[in-house]
């Protein structure tokens, strides 16, 4: 499926703007890609692979020989959330791991299954998968996909939606935004403004309700 924007996503050469740097070797490449879509019954799902090769042959003790560009990890998840965010369901695969044990932990993923993916998620993800109960990588990989999800909210919110189709929730009350990073500080033009916007919108909604003019 070609997705407008993914080839910037895809382009590892492109689109740098940083300083030209001093000779070097490439080592290595790790990449977490998130997709989010949204579903005919208006649900969400999240899918998210998580990628490390080595640009170079070596000697693995468990895999033999592994060519330049081989993934040393490749894990693969899939949420589906329903429109209350909760985990509906849950698909793992490790396509590549280091060593051929990793991918017996793969069943203890759909413990997230009936959790929210909002906040307080990564806490109770944690609780589920500690220690010799989970993965690293794939726990990277989750924490991705909960920041991930917060966009997938909104852009499903601004999304072009099928006629019949419940309106999306909003992802984040904006009390939540204020001071949540700079762009959102409080005294910034950014706050201002959607305070602004907000407190309108109430009194409109308020003038509304008491039969005033809205």
Not at 25 to 36: G, L, N
Not at 71 to 99: G, N
Not at 156 to 182: M, V
Request: hydrophobic content about 45%.
């Amino acid at each position: 499926m070609a997705v407008p924007g993914e080839s910037l996503h895809s382009d590892l050469e492109g689109g740098w703007i940083l300083p030209e740097p001093a000779p070097r070797t490439a080592i290595h490449t790790r990449s977490i890609v998130c997709r989010s879509f949204r579903r005919d019954d208006g649900g969400l799902d999240l899918d998210g692979r998580f990628i490390d090769t080595r640009a170079f042959a070596y000697d693995s003790d468990w895999r033999g020989l592994c060519p330049p560009g081989s993934a040393l990890h490749q894990m693969q998840l899939r949420l589906s959330l329903d429109r209350e965010r909760r985990i509906q369901a849950l698909v793992s695969a490790m396509p590549a791991t280091p060593y051929t044990s990793c991918a017996g932990v793969n069943p203890n993923f759909q413990r997230l299954v009936g959790l929210s993916i909002g906040r307080g998620f990564r806490k109770a993800m944690r609780e589920r998968l500690d220690g010799a109960e989970g993965c690293t990588h794939v726990i990277a990989l989750l924490d991705a996909l909960a920041a991930a999800a917060v966009q997938a909210m909104a852009s499903n919110a601004h999304a072009t939606r099928t006629a019949g189709l419940p309106q999306a929730p909003r992802a984040l009350k904006l009390e939540a935004l204020i001071d949540s990073c700079h762009g959102f500080r409080a005294d910034g033009p950014v706050a201002q403004r959607m305070l602004a916007e907000q407190a309108a919108a109430e009194a409109a909604a308020a003038a509304k309700a008491a039969g005033g003019p809205g």
